[in-house]
Each structure stands twice: as C-alpha cells, then as structure tokens.
T-cell receptor
C-alpha cells in the first residue's frame, strides 16, 4: 500500500456541490499539507496542519476547509464547488525530524467541476 | 517573501545529451533548503535531490546534480546522459529555514521532452 493515499483519484462534480477529498498516511508523520496544481502555476498551498490540533491557512484557502480527524487523516472540503477549482490536488506529509523535512506526496486527486 | 522562479516553461533535448533546468530563488533567510521534484505524465511527484543552504558541495544523486550558486541565488538541476524516461515536468522548490515547521513553496515548473 502507498505511504500516502488520496481518495478519490478522479472526481467530476457539479457547480455548487459539496465535495470532500481524503488523505490518509502510514508514515507516522505529524505534518500534513494540501496543495493544488494548475498548469503554469506550479503547486500552491491551500492548508497545512502540524498536528491534530493545529490547522493553518495557506496562500489560497478561500473556498476550502479542512479537517484533521487523526494524526493519519487530513481531509479537504470544497463547500460549494466552482469551475475554477478544477485542478489536481495533492496531499503531502513531512516528518518532525529528519535531514531536510522533505515531503512524501500522495498520488493526487484530479477534480473537475462542471 | 520567498519566491521560486523557473523561466523555462518547456525544453526539448536529444537523448543522451546533458540538460540543465534553471531555477532562481529569493529569500531573506540564511537557512533554507532547495528541492527538485519530477512529475511524469502519470501525475505523481517524485523527489529527486536536495541542497541545504549551508552545504558546501553541490548535491548529487546518480545522474542528477544540483548546481548551487548561493551568491546568484541559483539552484539549477543538471541531468547527465538524458533518457527517454526523463520526459516529465520538473519543479524546483524551497523550504525557508531548517525547521520542520517551515513550508515548501514551488516554482511553476519546466516541461522537459527528450527526443529519441
């Protein structure tokens, strides 16, 4: 099994619908992150969490919310999806200790809002 | 504010040639880390190489090396003897500070295409 699992892998939803993207990890990492990737813009940080009781906004948090249900689970919700939220979404984790605190990424969720 | 700039949206290179992907960064911090990630067409993000701001030698990982020029704030990725499987999107990224509480920011990426 993958260290960081994102579900679903692909999703098409309608404008105005609420949708949740889920992320779970077996790395035992404290830190978890949600990014979105758009062509020509790279990856931009939506929300991040350094432990279960710590949730922080990233650079593009408007229209999104998150929940850290447990150390291993970090969910991203779109309360009322809109077409410009169509993107590839990545969950990532990092350790509290280590040589460079690099990320372990999930495989991504491709979301299309029609 | 920290920033990563990749000025090459796309590149074409002949197989077996070496290729350099450009990356410049901007930070006011003395302690930081630089990363390169590869994203093949399947979409996953693959870590390639890391360079710390205090590392005196350029990082190397197999065919990948990072040409770190601190004074110029440059962190170019060099791929030697390119292969068809190197065709992918490449992202330069930076963590400001050495704390695990620091986040990573990404450049806009360079799409590398290897010609047979």
């Amino acid at each position: 099994d993958a260290d960081v699992t994102q579900t679903p892998r692909n999703r098409i939803t309608k404008t105005g619908k609420r949708i949740m993207l889920e992320c779970s990890q077996t790395k035992g990492h404290d830190r978890m992150y949600w990014y979105r990737q758009d062509p020509g813009l790279g990856l931009r940080l939506i929300y991040y969490s350094f432990d279960v009781k710590d949730i922080n906004k990233g650079e593009i948090s408007d229209g999104y919310s998150v929940s850290r249900q447990a150390q291993a689970k970090f969910s991203l919700s779109l309360e009322s999806a809109i077409p410009n939220q169509t993107a590839l979404y990545f969950c990532a984790t990092s350790a509290r200790t280590g040589t460079h605190y690099g990320y372990t990424f999930g495989s991504g969720t491709r979301l299309t809002v029609v | 504010a920290q920033k990563i700039t990749q000025t090459q949206p796309g590149m074409f290179v002949q197989e077996k040639e070496a290729v350099t992907l450009d990356c410049t960064y901007d930070t006011s911090d003395q302690s930081y880390g630089l990363f390169w990630y590869k994203q093949p067409s399947s979409g996953e993000m693959i870590f390639l190489i890391y360079q710390g701001s205090y590392d005196e030698q350029n990082a190397t990982e197999g065919r990948y090396s990072l040409n770190f020029q601190k004074a110029r704030k440059s962190a170019n990725l060099v791929i030697s003897a390119s292969q068809l499987g190197d065709s992918a999107m490449y992202f330069c990224a930076m963590r400001e500070g050495y704390s695990s509480a620091s986040k990573i920011i990404f450049g806009s990426g360079t799409r590398l295409s290897i010609r047979p």
